[in-house]
Structure formats: C-alpha cells, structure tokens
C-alpha cells in the first residue's frame, strides 16, 4: 500500500474512532452524561482530569454533577453532591452494586477472597465475615475492651518518649494493627517483634504503590503494563512474602484448634470449612481465607493509622478544641477509667469534633469504584450495564449546599441550637448503602443508635474502615 494511502487510512480511523467516543459520552436520554471529549486510546487522562477530587468542581462547573471521564478506553461516570451520590448509592442500590474490577487487585488475588469479587462467593464470605465479627464481639463489650488495652498500650508509648519529639506513625501502625490482629488471629504482638515490622512495612508499601500514579496506569492498561518492568513487579514480590506471614498464622491455628473454643475469624473459618466439606461448590477454602485474611489488614491497618495521624494535626492547629474535649472528658468520665461507648450520649462536643474530623480530613475523597449491574436511567441517563461508577466523597463532605463553612474545620456542623449532637446524613466518610434488615448496620451495633460511630477511642477505626473498605 502506498504512504500516502496508509496515512489516509489511518487519519480515518483515528477520526473514526474520535466520533465514536463522543458519541458515547454525549448528552440527553439514553446515553452516557456528558465529559471532556477523549483521546483514543488514552480518553482523558492527558487533560488534568486526575485526580477527580481536585478537578471535580471545574468539571461540575461545564457538565454538573453527574459526568463522563474516560480513563484510558473504558468510560467512568462520575457522581458529585449529596443528592446525586445518595440517590445512586440508596435510592438505586441495587442498581449501583456492582463491584468494577480493579486488574491490580485480581492480579494479586487471582480472583480469591471478598475484595474485588461478585456473586455467590461476595456473598458467602460476606455473610461470614458479619456473623464472625458478631461472635468476636463486634460493637460489644468484649471487644471495646481490646481496644482500650491497645489504647492503654499506645499512651504508654507516648508517655515513653517523656515530651521529646518522635514520628508517632510507627506506634500508631501497631496498635491498629493489633486489634485487628485481635480479631484475625488473636494475637498481640510487641513492638520489638521483628515479624510483626515486616508486616506493617508491606502494608504500607503496598498502600503508597495502590495510591501512585504508576498504579492508575497499571489498573489501565494492564495489558500493556502487567509486561513491563516497574514498580509492579516489586509489590508483586512483596506480596507473596504478606501472604507467608498469614499462611504461616493459618497452618499455626490449624495445629493448635480447638473446636469448641474458636478463638479468632481464622478458627471460625475452619470450624466452617468442616461444616461445608463434601458440598461441590463451597468458598470455604485455603485460598479464600488468605485473601480474606490479607484484606481485613490492608483494609483496616494503613488507612486507620493515617486518620489519626492527620486528626491529631488538626487537632494541633485548634487549642481552643483542645480545651474543651479535655474539659468534657474530666467532667462527663474523669481520669480514673477510659471512654467507653456507654459514655456517648453524655459527650456531644468530643462527639462533634470526632464527626467534623471525618469530614474534614476527608482521607477517602474518592469511594471504591461500582460497576451498574444492568442498564440503569438515572437522572435523565441511560448507563450502561458494567460501567463503572465513582462516588465522589469529596464533592458531599465540602457540598456548600450541604454544610455552613464547607471550607473549615468547624465542630459545630454536628452541634444543634442548644449544643446537642446532631447526626448528619450529608457525611458519609464510609460510603453509604441502603439499610437492609439483614445488614449489620451501625445502628444494630449500637442497639437502635448510630449517632457516633467513631465511638470515643481512636482504635475503634479498624473495624469501621474494614465495614466501608470491604462494603459491608
């Protein structure tokens, strides 16, 4: 074929295929809502666009609340605002309840385990993972009481470095590591247990990889990159040594199990393989409780340690705050016990102040990813089936239809007129999800009242992120 010939064939199809990605993202009934016009191949990814919570409102600005980026080839629709994100999330639950394939986490997973799953095996170990956690004392007494031992334990590591400065991450790291290494294995480990590092410093390098830019291109165009050389291939590595430290923590339980006195979900897992043996089709398996075992630590451990990290910042910034939590917590507990749950309704200020840093800090601005499980009118819309969805989680905590002072950091958005606490359903720091009977709500764990769901103790953040992080 002659060069001039084959430039003409392919200035053709590249304007061919220009056309046939604004089509699908142009407006009105039927179609995907509007966005910035793609590239091939690469869709918007070179026009600033990422990451949406930065660039959401100028986009909200041209297209409202409800638009269409392309990341790479594949079409990702945006929703912004309170009204937009609650309508899909809980109006059209169902709708919006498909979980998008993530290629770095099904590279790793290979299909296994509750995180970036779908079907019958989401919801076998769906509903596992709840009646454990239950019977582990989840939201109860039992388990309130780990979690202020672990409290006890991080004070003490504070009042160790007797007013010196220190990089307080590492003993952050631990204690939410340990209660969910209560809950998971029901262990605790010291800070000395060399171990016990290696864990926490694999998670950590996973979590900053999953965040980079690197992982964004890995998720799209795994084609393309799961080939090349970079950062992947070293988490790749790293992540099989994750997976030796649980499996050695699951042939440890198997060993030493007593049936009638399971002690941790990994015992409670294996009383359940022993129930399921001999069905065709059970997803009770090793592979299953490794994945299972990895996501409730990665879900839970670096997320957590970094919202008290960036609350105590804060924090920092506000003397004035400072002053009248102290005040509150010496005069509705004292100082000869810790805060317990029972204490909530009696601390509407330290209650306020836990909700306002949710918000404020707003550390997951972008919720994980949905997929629509059928095509869906939504809003004068037609998405497709198997589009994915992003919630932006942004967009509602600094909604200024939704809060007085978006902008700041300001207690008084959960205080009423009289300095009560006020529940506001325009936060939504875990996501949010129609409450179903069968659901184990917050409002379950708190017998019919979900007005604080961080509690009073900063190590009560695990269990809630690995509710949000593993959508239950």
């Not at 409202?64 to 990341?71: A, H, Q, R, S, Y």
């Not at 019958?120 to 239950?134: D, G, I």
């Not at 009638?260 to 022993?274: C, E, M, T, V």
Request: proline share 8%; with cysteine; charged share 20%.
């Amino acid at each position: 074929m002659e060069p001039g010939a084959v430039l003409i064939t392919g200035c053709l199809l590249l304007l061919l295929f220009l056309l046939l990605f604004r089509a699908s993202s142009g407006q009105g009934p039927g179609r995907l809502p509007p966005g910035p016009a793609p590239l091939p191949v690469l869709g918007n990814l070179t026009q600033n666009v990422l990451p949406l919570y930065r660039s959401y409102r100028r986009l909200c600005q041209e297209y409202g609340p409800i638009f269409t980026v392309w990341l790479g080839p594949r079409p990702t629709v945006v929703l912004c605002g309170y009204e937009v994100v609650r309508d899909a999330l809980v109006e059209h639950s169902e709708e919006f309840s498909g979980r998008a394939p993530i290629p770095l986490l099904k590279q790793m997973k290979q299909g296994y385990g509750l995180v970036n799953t779908n079907g019958e095996r989401w919801r076998q170990l769906r509903r596992f993972t709840l009646t454990t956690l239950r019977n582990l004392g989840m939201g109860k007494r039992p388990l309130e009481q780990r979690m202020q031992e672990e409290a006890q334990h991080l004070a003490q590591a504070v009042a160790d470095k007797q007013g010196h400065a220190f990089d307080p991450v590492p003993d952050l790291t631990r204690a939410v590591a340990n209660v969910i290494c209560s809950v998971v294995m029901g262990t605790r480990f010291s800070s000395d247990n060399e171990e016990f590092q290696e864990l926490q410093r694999l998670i950590m390098s996973y979590m900053c990889y999953f965040r980079s830019l690197p992982a964004q291109l890995y998720n799209t165009f795994p084609g393309i990159m799961h080939f090349l050389p970079g950062q992947h291939r070293r988490i790749f590595r790293e992540y099989e040594r994750l997976r030796a430290f649980i499996q050695a923590q699951v042939e440890s339980h198997r060993r030493s199990l007593d049936p009638s006195a399971p002690r941790d979900l990994i015992d409670y897992f294996f009383l359940q393989q022993a129930k399921e043996r001999g069905k065709e089709q059970t997803e009770f398996e090793d592979e299953n409780l490794m994945e299972l075992v990895s996501s409730l630590f990665i879900a839970g451990m670096e997320t957590t340690s970094n919202t008290i990290q960036f609350a105590l910042l804060v924090i920092g910034k506000f003397p004035d705050v400072q002053v009248r939590v102290h005040a509150e917590l010496d005069r509705e507990v004292g100082r000869a016990r810790p805060p317990a749950l029972e204490d909530r309704l009696r601390l509407p200020y330290t209650n306020a102040v836990l909700h306002e840093l949710q918000r404020y800090v707003d550390l997951v601005p972008t919720s994980l990813p949905h997929t629509t499980t059928r095509p869906t009118p939504f809003r004068g819309y037609l998405i497709p089936q198997g589009t994915t969805i992003i919630p932006l989680l942004a967009s509602v905590h600094f909604d200024p239809a939704s809060w007085e002072t978006p902008e700041d950091f300001n207690p008084g958005h959960f205080l009423d007129e009289n300095g009560a606490f006020r529940k506001r359903d325009t936060a939504m720091p875990f996501s949010a999800v129609r409450t179903k009977r069968c659901s184990y709500t917050w409002k379950r764990l708190y017998k019919a009242d979900a007005s604080s769901p961080l509690g009073l103790q900063s190590c009560f953040l695990p269990l809630e992120e690995l509710c949000y992080k593993l959508k239950l």
